[in-house]
């Protein structure tokens, strides 16, 4: 039927039974009653009768007596049922109507609740009528009696959540409130409710466990001491009856043990979970409950034999086991091995406990004593039950007959160990089965088979390598030490002494121990030397670091070389070794040539220390190289309302956590070191070891050139070999044998002072060193300074200067795109005389400023200008500016006209200074100027270096007037301006200025009998096409050497445009004739007639451009060898020596009265 209950909780279809007893009022509930399984739930008045008086005789006194008991006892559940019967109808005439007697029942006693009485018709008869009549009756009751029930059994739980809430209270019994939640736990298991039924027995243990804890923390209750009785039976768990009375009754009479309560806990809770078909869950309560059981035991500090708490866990294992077989079939078994297989592991450890506490594993057998101590073990089990006792392989028998002899003992415990081991790897637990195999290796030690133990030993040794587990390492070493020497395994015991001498996990007398089987057998096998044991030695000690001397590893042949290495020892005592060793790998390389003592040093390590890692742990694979713990919150929430119902931590990354590591190599086995008996070594003789750091120096002098290489270092005490097969950072170092070698490169800090003799010379310096020993360094410092010389003025009187004009030094100009200044490449050539290659040297001068110079003349007044251009990024400021005559000539004064003292020059702009050259004889002397000023940045920033005054030299030579030109324009006769297409007349006048000087003495210099006369060319150029020459524009005059001789050159010349035009330019060339060695050859057409020599145009540029050249270079316009007549020569005048007073000069030109088109040149 469908149950409804309170509370909001879930309606649940359940089978209710009920029992139909004859009316007692001894059987009625008494106040107190805790019985709900025997509770009347309903009561029922049957009655068939049918005559009035009858019912007012006897039938009505009799319902009220019976209301009024169950008033007196609080029962208002009552059902009044009237049978009729038709046979009696009809012998009876004075019968009322069918519902007469109904109806008065109803009236009398069902006045507000007149459902509470039935009628059933016939119930014997099978007619609709009587079957209507039934179907009706049995509703009712089924209404009734559901009312019934659900409202007694909430008050049922109301009476025992308020005897709960009184568990603090003195006097209260928890055996009393166990069998009151018990009967509610029964009445949901009649309901087969059995989930309801689970919960009520999970509560009583919990409530129970946590009183057991409180008491281990102080705070007891009284009747904890009831279950704190000596334990006097052992049984194991009863889990074949349903509900096991005996220990019931214990508990109701609080007479239990603690044993006995927890039997029969676990007992109605494996029934329940058989019932809900949930056996892998019995198996992992019961782990829990017989490992819980032991610490509660010990928590309420009950008295236990020895070896009864190991029987009881034994017999609890394998009937859980056997329980679970009965009601699941092989297939599920074995497909749940990961349940139960932890009850295997359990119940093997107890039964070797029981073995060596009643001396099975012992080597003579058990003793009177072991065997006194199994018979009260055996005692302690009573007979055996009832419902084992035709199985043969019950739990009883099973313990009985391993404790009955060795033998028997020995085949139940392999069985078993074999049979854990097998499950534990069947599904993937490694780390179990190992430690079970653990054991089995520590059994087969006592059995004196360490064969069959080591095999267990190194899986154990193996696993826990792998995982880090440092104590474990520890033990399973020591077992298999033992196992090794009982084996004769020598090489295997020494390895393994020696780790277990350098582990710090064991005491130091066993560390002194294992370190002394290792001298033992070094001393022993002095005299007679064979066969060579080699050893890690990781276990043995720890190379720290080397430091070479020299600090950079590199020495010359015939050159002493130290080592030294710090090994830190791990062992307890101190270790007296006949010999450390380090072997070494000579190699030469294909490009040794390259290892000069300059590359080695260069790219050696400068302090000379190797320092190598030490093992964080005896293990390659330890916990510390797993990856971290990626943890995270896990929240449930209610599907229905998202209330929380479960919060947790969740680790994403288990997997890694947890691998299997089956595949990895053996981790402890000897390694099979290799011993580099052929390589040359350096030894060290006689080293005694210190517990911690210990140096040793090792020393070699070099013989063959080449790289050295340190393999392997080897500490031998005897025939005991620890090795280090490979040092690794690499360490090396070299030999060298060279010729003297030369390196240069800038110096950050001043060197050391030394004693040269240095002669120089204008193109050369030459430098002895002083005397050396072999492959000794001499270091010495040479300052190489930028020092050019101005050009010679040429052309248009100015000169550039960039950089140094000397021939083996050829200027390269760039400009940086990054930052700030101009560059001006140098190659330096140095040559030794023990090598016939040259070592050339590029020097990079940054140039921050570009410097010209000119001449500026007005008569014969003339004017110095310097023309400083910043090259640079960056702003400068310019002070203390100063221009001086070098050559110390009294002749020549300078006087500046600058009026600033300071000037700003920004990022690619000018400043221009400018003097005025004076002198007081006649002609006046060459000039040799030097240019000097003060710079720094414009910005604040403090400076890391100071900076030196910025010069600039040059010369200037024959810089007085020596000609004067002067051009004048006439309009046409009879109009007083000029017009645009009429011919103008120019006249050019060339005056000299003084009297013969040196400077006219050259080939162009001819003599006369009343005056010397010098040739002369003028040329009339027009560069801007304003006007257009007509005739001759140049040509040859001949020109007296006296002052104030004047030549006039009469031409005509045509305006193309109106307005003020500049006049044409007028040059003047010295005519040198054909028989220099050097001419500048001319076309010979052009030669007809002195006085109209026409130059062509590309000529003349090329005159102009040598103008920059070097100081008497002569500007070639052709081949050297002209193939045709021997042509004259021209030759510039220098700058400064013509002056033409009308540059500058302009005149006004009209337009012609008959243009359409006017142009107009605007200058």
């Known amino acids: 039927m469908e149950w409804r209950r309170s509370y909001g909780r879930a309606p649940k279809m359940i089978h209710l039974e009920s029992n139909f007893v004859q009316f007692k009022e001894e059987l009625l509930p008494k106040e107190g009653n805790k019985a709900l399984l025997t509770f009347p739930f309903l009561h029922i008045y049957w009655t068939e009768c049918c005559d009035t008086e009858v019912y007012k005789a006897t039938v009505k006194d009799d319902l009220t007596k019976w209301q009024n008991v169950l008033k007196a006892h609080s029962s208002v559940d009552w059902l009044i049922v009237v049978v009729e019967n038709d046979a009696k109808k009809k012998n009876k005439t004075n019968i009322l109507p069918r519902t007469s007697i109904v109806d008065k029942i109803r009236n009398d006693f069902c006045n507000k609740q007149s459902d509470r009485c039935v009628v059933l018709n016939d119930p014997l008869k099978d007619s609709s009528r009587t079957q209507e009549s039934w179907n009706a009756f049995l509703t009712k009751l089924r209404t009734l009696l559901l009312m019934s029930f659900t409202k007694n059994l909430g008050k049922f739980e109301d009476d025992m959540r308020t005897l709960r809430e009184k568990r603090t209270e003195p006097g209260w019994s928890f055996c009393e409130y166990f069998m009151v939640q018990e009967e509610l736990a029964f009445v ?243 780390r179990s089965a190992k430690f079970v195999g653990k054991d089995l290796a520590e059994f087969y030690m006592k059995k004196k088979s360490p064969q069959k133990a080591e095999t267990y030993l190194q899986g154990a040794l193996k696993n826990y390598l792998a995982e880090g587990w440092a104590l474990p390492i520890t033990h399973t070493r020591k077992q298999l030490a033992e196992c090794q020497k009982h084996l004769g395994q020598i090489e295997n015991y020494l390895q393994t002494s020696s780790l277990l001498a350098s582990d710090h996990h064991l005491t130091e007398e066993e560390r002194k121990y294992f370190c002394q089987e290792i001298l033992n057998f070094a001393s022993e096998q002095t005299d007679s030397p064979g066969h060579k044991v080699v050893l890690p030695m990781h276990s ?235 492959y000794h360094m001499i270091e010495f410092e040479l300052e190489v300074l930028s020092l050019p010389s101005a050009p010679a003025a040429g052309g248009e009187g100015e000169s550039t200067m960039l950089g140094m004009t000397e021939a083996q030094r050829k200027p390269k100009d760039t400009q940086k795109a990054d930052h700030c200044m101009a560059t001006t490449d140098h190659k330096v050539s140095i040559e030794c005389p023990w090598s016939i290659y040259s070592t050339v040297i590029a020097l990079t001068f940054s140039v921050p400023f570009r410097t010209t110079h000119a001449v500026l003349s007005a008569g014969t007044r003339k004017y110095i200008q310097v023309c400083v251009q910043n090259l640079s990024e960056l702003d400068f400021r310019l002070s203390d500016s100063d221009l001086v005559d070098t050559g110390d000539s009294t002749d020549l004064q300078l006087l500046p006209l600058n009026t600033k003292s300071q000037q700003h020059i920004c990022s690619r702009q000018s400043v221009f200074f400018v003097w005025e050259l004076t002198w007081t004889r006649e002609p006046p002397p060459s000039l040799r100027g030097r240019f000097s000023m003060e710079f720094r940045p414009a910005s604040e920033e403090r400076l890391s270096i100071s900076l030196k005054p910025y010069t600039y030299e040059f010369q200037v030579e024959n810089f007085f007037t020596l000609y004067t030109v002067k051009a004048e324009i006439l309009p046409p006769a009879g109009t007083e301006l000029c017009r645009t297409g009429s011919l103008c007349a120019l006249e050019v006048s060339i005056t000299r200025l003084s009297d013969l000087l040196e400077v006219d003495r050259d080939e162009a210099l001819t003599e006369s009998d009343e005056y010397f006369s010098t040739k002369l060319m003028y040329e009339v150029v027009d560069n801007s096409s304003n006007w257009a020459v007509c005739g001759k524009s140049s040509g040859v005059i001949s020109m007296p050497v006296v002052a104030q001789a004047t030549h006039r050159v009469h031409m005509e010349v045509m305006p193309l445009f109106a307005g003020y035009l500049p006049l044409p330019d007028v040059r003047l060339f010295k005519y040198l004739p054909h028989h220099s060695a050097h001419s500048s050859q001319l076309d010979a057409d052009s030669w007809i007639e002195n006085d109209s020599l026409s130059v062509d145009k590309h000529v003349d540029d090329q005159l102009d451009s040598s103008s920059i050249k070097s100081r008497g270079s002569v500007h070639s316009a052709a081949s050297s060898e002209h193939k045709g007549l021997p042509m004259p020569r021209l030759q510039a005048l220098p700058p400064g020596q013509v002056f033409n007073s009308s540059t500058g000069m302009q005149i006004l030109v009209i337009p012609s009265k008959d243009d359409h088109v006017l142009e107009v040149s605007v200058t």
């Open 540 to 774: 043995f000690a720890h190379l720290r670091d080397l430091r070479f001397t020299p600090s950079n590893a590199v020495v010359h042949v015939g050159g002493v070389l130290s080592v030294e290495i710090t090994v830190c020892s791990q062992m307890p005592v101190p270790v007296h070794m006949d010999q450390i060793a380090i072997s070494v790998h000579f190699s030469i390389e294909k490009n040794s040539y390259r290892k000069t003592a300059e590359w080695l040093t260069k790219h050696k390590t400068s302090n000379g220390i190797i320092n190598f890692p030490m093992e964080t742990s005896p293990f390659p694979a330890s916990q510390n190289s797993l990856p971290a713990l990626e943890l995270y919150e896990m929240f449930e929430r209610s599907p229905s309302d998202n209330s929380l119902n479960t919060t947790g931590i969740i680790c994403k990354n288990v997997h890694m956590l947890l691998r299997r590591q089956e595949s990895s190599t053996a981790l402890d086995t000897p390694s099979g070191v290799a011993l580099d008996d052929g390589a040359p070594v350096l030894k060290c003789c006689g080293v005694t070891l210190e517990p911690g750091a210990n140096t040793i120096t090792f020393r070699t002098q070099a013989k063959e050139p080449g790289t050295y290489t340190l393999r392997q270092l080897c500490a031998s005490a005897g025939p005991v070999c620890f090795v280090l097969p490979h040092l690794y950072p690499l360490a090396q170092y070299d030999v060298y044998s060279q010729e003297p070698q030369l390196h240069v490169e800038p110096l950050a800090e001043k060197a050391s002072d030394a004693s040269l003799r240095v002669q120089s010379s204008d193109k050369v310096t030459s430098i002895s060193l002083p005397a050396a020993p072999a």
């Open 188 to 430: 949901f298991e009649m309901l087969q409710q059995f989930e309801d039924a689970l919960v009520q027995y999970d509560e009583l243990d919990a409530l129970f466990s946590q009183y057991v804890v409180n008491f281990g923390a102080g705070d007891g209750a009284n009747w904890l001491t009831f279950f704190c009785q000596p334990v006097k039976s052992w049984n194991g768990l009863t889990l074949r009856k349903p509900i096991d009375m005996e220990k019931r009754e214990l508990i109701q009479r609080q007479e239990a043990t603690l044993l006995d309560l927890r039997s029969y806990l676990f007992a109605r809770q494996c029934t329940l979970l058989l019932f809900l078909q949930r056996p892998w869950e019995v198996a992992q309560r019961a782990l829990e409950l017989l490992h819980s059981c032991v610490q509660e035991l010990k928590l309420l500090e009950v008295s236990v034999p020895p070896g009864a708490l190991d029987c009881w866990v034994f017999l609890s294992c394998l009937e859980v086991l056997q329980r679970i077989e009965g009601c699941c079939d092989r297939a599920q078994i074995d497909s749940n091995i990961a349940h139960t297989v932890g009850l295997w592991s359990y119940a093997t450890e107890k039964l070797k406990s029981l073995g060596y506490l009643c001396g099975l594993v012992s080597e003579k057998g058990p003793n009177s004593e072991d065997l006194n101590r199994t018979v009260d073990l055996l005692a302690g089990l009573g007979a055996e039950r009832p419902e084992t006792a035709n199985t043969a392989q019950s739990p009883y028998k099973k313990l009985k007959e391993a404790l009955s002899s060795v033998e028997a003992f020995e085949k139940h415990y392999l069985d078993l160990s074999h049979a854990t081991i097998e499950m534990y790897t069947s599904i993937g637990r490694i």
